[in-house]
T-cell receptor, first 112, second 113 residues
Framework: EDQVTQSPEALRLQEGESSSLNCSYT??????LFWYRQDPGKGPEFLFT???AGEEKEKERLKATLTKKESFLHITAPKPEDSATYLC?????????????FGTGTKLQVIP | EAGVTQSPTHLIKTRGQQATLRCSPI?????VYWYQQALGLGLQFLLW???????NRGNFPPRFSGRQFPNYSSELNVNALELEDSALYLC????????????FGPGTRLTVL
């Protein structure tokens, strides 16, 4: 069974304090890994897609990287507006169709 | 380009009633997914529709059902509502079975009293 584990569950940073969020996965035949940002009470906002080990994507203060077993979301010099829950999801080929499995997220709080 | 839309924004029902939630996908997207997110919890996969057919469903009882219309919009029906059905219901769309990126709507907050 496909599994996606995110760590830590919660992270509290001072403004400007860089850190990384981890997403480890166990799937057969990874087709893609996705990162989302979710604000309280709202739908997740798509951030990145990564397809193969070694790939990196950047957007403002966020950089996502992918290895064969995990992905990292690096946050450089975060600001309070980066506070949100960050979700990771993997797409794998399963039973003739593409299945997407979500992790439970990392809740990030950036303190001014 | 318009994103995924959902209606209503909020819905209040009493136990035993039925709820109907609606979703319009991004133009050109054929797949629609439904998720349940209880307060403080992760996304729980409910249903996936593509080209009008149910392709997969999560581990939910049969009283959770839905359909997809010819214009690819979708409806989620929850019968015999229970208190624990109170949650944010999220709809997402993608370009089809092979497209991994899902784009989410703002959600419908269902409260069961």
């Amino acid at each position: 069974e496909d599994q996606v584990t995110q760590s830590p569950e919660a992270l509290r940073l001072q403004e400007g304090e860089s850190s990384s969020l981890n997403c480890s996965y166990t799937v057969s035949g990874l087709r893609g890994l996705f990162w989302y940002r979710q604000d309280p009470g709202k739908g997740p906002e798509f951030l990145f897609t990564l397809y193969s080990a070694g790939e990196e994507k950047e957007k403002e203060r966020l950089k996502a990287t992918l290895t064969k077993k995990e992905s990292f979301l690096h946050i450089t010099a975060p600001k309070p507006e980066d506070s949100a829950t960050y979700l990771c999801a993997v797409q794998a080929h399963s039973g003739g169709y593409q299945k997407v499995t979500f992790g439970t997220g990392t809740k990030l709080q950036v303190i001014p | 380009e318009a994103g995924v839309t959902q209606s209503p924004t909020h819905l209040i029902k009493t136990r035993g009633q039925q709820a109907t939630l609606r979703c319009s996908p991004i133009s050109g997207h054929t797949s629609v997914y439904w998720y349940q997110q209880a307060l403080g919890l992760g996304l729980q996969f409910l249903l996936w529709y593509d080209e009008g057919e149910e392709r997969n469903r999560g581990n939910f009882p049969p009283r959770f059902s839905g359909r997809q219309f010819p214009n690819y919009s979708s409806e989620l029906n929850v019968n015999a509502l229970e208190l624990e059905d109170s949650a944010l219901y999220l709809c997402a769309s993608s370009g089809g079975p092979g497209a991994g990126e899902q784009f989410f709507g703002p959600g419908t907050r269902l409260t069961v009293l």
